[in-house]
């Protein structure tokens, strides 16, 4: 027979705590119930908890004491804070203190029932694992930075709190914020990234927030938007800071509401997600500006987590490279390239600015143009400052090439056009050598693997 959970409830009031008791019992849930601290650390010594839920004003102390006394002595208990109605720096000093969640008076048994079940979906911590190719969703390394950065992401994916992860551009704040979801107890809910700068400001609202049918011209069929599509589980702000002031008072509003207004509704609708967000730039310094807001600066500032640079981490670069290099040719169905050992002492010497996505991009280019799947330092082409050339055409054929284009008039797609090009050509090579891949590639001038490279880029095959 299993066990069924149990919870610990702490509240002076014994209304709100009667209240509380019939609403967990009703979940199936053994309560245990205190009127102070005394009688909870009583408690809390004599038995291990599932959930404790707590007041923050207690005859003998603060919810807050409790808190860090819990996540000193029995840190795999969730805790979460009831706080008055309005009282959103206390919520915040709670979650800082380290509280799972928080709930505010009134109560509204719905939002409780929802803290309680993601509550309980948490599993006690896992000792430190080292990190293998293998593990989805795992940030990969073993340099004192990552280990950190790991045992940081497993500590807040057992909280609600928002997280703010900085970092340089390309240094992986995006696969941080998604561990933290795939760790916690929202796991089994939708993950929904969004880069707020690719956003129109005319559209910010509706892609947020949702629309009604007819609201507003070419609003031709409801529509949830971000917010509503992540419900359950946790959106995730990149680059934050490229919000417009006019859309950070409605996104403060939304989450401290924890509800959004879709454009067109008179009614507001409730969500459950929770947020992170992310930014390359310093936001301190845009709230000195005045081009970020304070107070929605402190709302997603909670915790902050900073994901190092790729060169404070260079003896994670053997682990990465040969994890993007078997990604690479599983995608393009090749047999996986090596590192000459030239190769890898370039690539730890290297500082990447771009940190790992341009030692992704590096490590895709040289795929391409490697022979004998082997990849050697000169494949690489790092910080000479020079233009790399482009996959499948050489120095020597690009210049009559671009001497024949003929560049149409007005707006292009630059990058749609160039490929058009490439496409045409590597046809134009097939037709030649009547589709022997060995023969056109010669003809090209690029090898055999950098042709199947194009070819399943462009959807060629």
């Known amino acids: 027979m299993t066990t069924p959970p149990s919870a610990l409830i702490i509240d002076d009031e014994p209304d709100i705590r009667d209240l509380l008791e019939i609403t967990l019992t009703r979940m199936g849930i053994e309560v245990t119930t205190a009127a102070d601290l005394s009688q909870a650390y009583a408690a809390l010594k004599h038995q291990t908890f599932d959930l404790c839920l ?11 004491e409790l808190v860090q006394w819990i996540q000193e002595q029995a840190p795999a208990t969730p805790v979460a804070v009831i706080t008055a109605y309005g009282s959103m720096d206390t919520a915040i000093e709670s979650l800082k203190a380290g509280a799972f969640d928080f709930v505010s008076k009134p109560v509204e048994l719905p939002r409780l029932r929802e803290l309680v079940n993601s509550a309980l979906k948490l599993a006690s911590p896992h000792p430190e694992q080292p990190a293998t190719e293998g593990d989805p969703g795992l940030i990969l390394g073993n340099s004192a930075h990552i280990r950190k950065l790991r045992s940081q992401t497993r500590k807040l994916a057992r909280s609600q709190a928002p997280v703010f992860i900085s970092g340089e551009s390309g ?13 916690g107890p929202r796991s089994d809910g939708p993950f929904i990234a969004v880069n707020c700068g690719a956003i129109p400001s005319e559209l910010m609202e509706s892609e947020f927030f949702g629309h009604k049918k007819g609201s507003f011209t070419g609003a031709v069929e409801n529509k949830d938007g971000l917010f509503r599509s992540a419900n359950g589980g946790t959106l995730f702000l990149d680059e934050v800071a490229d919000l417009p002031l006019a859309m950070q008072v409605k996104l403060l509003r939304a989450i ?19 947020v992170l967000s992310a930014t390359h730039k310093n936001l301190a310094e845009l709230v000195q500006e005045g081009l970020f807001r304070q107070d929605l600066f402190y709302r997603i500032n909670v915790i902050e987590l900073a994901v190092p640079p790729l060169r404070e981490r260079s003896d994670d670069i053997p682990l990465l490279a040969n994890h993007i290099l078997n990604r690479i040719a599983r995608e393009y169905e090749c047999s996986a ?5 030239a190769a890898l002492e370039r690539l730890q010497g290297y500082a990447f600015p771009g940190n790992v996505r341009e030692l992704e991009n590096a490590l895709e280019r040289a795929f391409t143009l490697c022979d004998d799947d082997t990849i050697d330092a000169g494949d690489l082409q790092l910080g000479n400052g020079k233009q790399p050339p482009v996959p499948g055409l050489t120095p020597g054929e690009r210049q009559p090439l ?22 045409q050509t590597i046809e134009k090579a097939l037709e030649a050598t009547r589709w022997n891949k060995t023969a056109a590639a010669k003809k090209l001038g690029i090898t055999f693997r950098a042709l199947r490279y194009r070819l399943k880029k462009l959807g060629m095959e």
């Open 337 to 341: 390239a090596r590192l000459t050992a």
């Open 402 to 423: 671009a001497a024949d284009m003929t560049i149409p008039e007005g707006d292009i797609d630059l990058e749609g056009y160039l490929e058009t090009i490439e496409r």
């Open 171 to 183: 240094s992986g704040k995006e696969l941080v914020a998604r561990t933290i979801h795939l760790q």
């Open 54 to 64: 707590t007041d923050m004003n207690l005859p003998d102390g603060n919810g807050i």
């Open 256 to 274: 401290q509401e924890k509800a959004v207004r879709p454009v067109g509704e008179t009614k507001e609708v409730p969500v459950d997600i929770r």
